[in-house]
């Protein structure tokens, strides 16, 4: 499962909510679709998506099945929601936060490890991974990222002398 976006604010009065999403263009969340909201820590609650609209690339107004009112969606306000990656996929959504699992390989250092979690920060994607048992943040653009091979599951990248040492 990864972490699309989150549950921003309530819109109107009929329990609709407001999603922000990292998954890129907003065409693969369709009525019908099961999404995971993460109404406690290590949860993932399913929600059925009873209405969708695309506002942009990076919000949907939703209404799920069991949010009626208001009151009920205040509630989910500030929560992170998940999708099944094949969701996305199957989307064919080209977005970074597919490359979640994927093993990091340095040029000059190997195997770093495996990326653990994906944000976008303004208009660049930092991936975080674990090295030497410590967490770590790398920058995930041109020219630092090199190939990204799906087949593998690798992403191949460049980084300079000292970044891992922040």
Excluded: C
């Excluded at 922000?20 to 907003?26: C, L, N, P, V």
């Excluded at 490359?99 to 930092?126: C, K």
């Amino acid at each position: 499962m990864l972490r699309i976006g989150k549950l921003v604010a309530t819109h109107g009065l009929n329990g609709q909510l407001i999603l922000t999403h990292q998954a890129g263009k907003s065409n693969w969340l369709q009525k019908g679709m099961i999404l995971f909201v993460a109404v406690q820590k290590g949860s993932h609650i399913p929600y059925f998506v009873h209405q969708v609209k695309a506002v942009n690339d990076q919000e949907y107004h939703v209404l799920f099945e069991d949010t009626s009112t208001i009151d009920m969606a205040k509630k989910l306000v500030g929560k992170a929601v998940y999708v099944e990656t094949k969701i996305l996929e199957q989307a064919k959504i080209n977005s970074p936060i597919l490359w979640i699992g994927f093993e990091v390989l340095d040029t000059q250092l190997g195997v770093l490890g495996t990326l653990t979690d994906i944000a976008q920060t303004g208009h660049q994607w930092v991936g975080s991974l674990n090295y030497k048992g410590k967490e770590v943040l790398i920058p995930l653009v041109a020219p630092l990222l090199i190939e990204t091979n799906w087949a593998l599951k690798q992403l191949k990248v460049s980084l300079p002398d000292g970044l891992l040492d922040l």
